[in-house]
């Protein structure tokens, strides 16, 4: 067995059929550290995630089980990159490579809100670059199902990417992933995030997010591409949807594909 990844609960290995005919990814998940940081109900919600949605970007469950000491993910084996290794072997990217993967990421978002569930850590260190091209989403561990209107109050993601209204106390819903989205397709064109990029403290970034307004840098100069990001990066989050998912896909930065 080869290992793929380490994180703070386990590790993720590589593990083949006895024939060595097919390869997944197994993710091995402490029972003591899940208890100890009290973080099994999001082990829940992961599992929740992974049995009830189904798209061709994002990993395929195959089962779970466990022993005394662990809990297992059986999944898909991706063969390719993390986007976010991939975007710093290719450079800053051009409008249409950066609306070819923003298509994608939408689609996710729509599939993981269209089974009432919110993602909340959209980030290029969560989705992997098969080796076709396309992306895979790899990791849904901050996934939680809301009911209709619902809001969830729990502050967690990735500072840099992290929504305003997540930052406020007041609760937040599925328009946090429109945020997080606007960041990436941002990072892409720009090579760096807009809110807190030289900030090593999350309080400074997290300032930066609530009163900095949006800035381009020169070099962005698609004025349709600028335009979609700057609707997922609007700080009212009733207005990042432009309506509907649907409206957002008839936005004019899709021309190019």
């Known amino acids: 067995m080869k290992k793929l990844g380490e994180g703070q609960f386990g590790n993720v290995l590589l ?23 009290k973080l099994e109900k999001h082990l829940l919600n992961e599992k929740l995630a992974l049995t009830t949605i189904s798209s061709p970007f994002v990993m395929e469950y ?14 898909e084996f991706i063969n390719g990159m993390e986007l976010f290794d991939a975007i710093r072997v290719i450079g800053l990217l051009s409008s249409e490579q950066t609306m070819f993967y923003g ?16 993602y909340r850590d959209l980030k290029p260190e969560n989705v992997m670059v098969c080796a076709d091209g396309y992306l895979k989403l790899i990791d849904l561990g901050t996934c939680k199902r809301l009911n209709g209107t619902e809001k ?31 960041i ?4 892409f064109i720009a090579g760096f ?3 807190g990029e030289d900030a090593e403290d999350p309080m400074q970034i997290y300032q930066e997010i609530i009163k900095n307004p949006l800035k381009f840098p020169k070099h962005m100069r ?12 609007n700080k009212n989050p ?11 896909k008839k936005h004019q930065a899709f021309d190019k594909l």
Request: aromatic share 14%; net charge neutral.
């Open 152 to 182: 969830t109050f729990t502050m967690i993601g990735t500072p840099n990417y992290m929504a305003p209204e997540t930052l406020s106390g007041k609760g937040y819903s599925f328009p946090v992933d429109l945020w997080s989205l606007g």
């Open 15 to 37: 593990v083949t059929t006895a024939q060595k005919k097919n390869c997944y990814a197994l993710k091995c998940i402490s029972k003591q550290e899940t208890i100890k940081t």
């Open 222 to 233: 698609d004025e349709k591409v600028n335009s979609f990001i700057s609707l997922l990066l």
């Open 103 to 118: 298509a994608q990421l939408l689609h996710i978002i729509e599939t993981f809100h269209e089974k009432s569930f919110i």
């Open 184 to 187: 990436v397709l941002y990072e």
């Open 193 to 195: 995030v807009p809110f």
């Open 62 to 75: 195959i089962r779970s089980f466990k022993d005394d000491n662990y809990i297992y993910f059986l999944t």
């Open 238 to 248: 009733e207005s990042r949807m432009n309506g509907s998912f649907a409206n957002l």
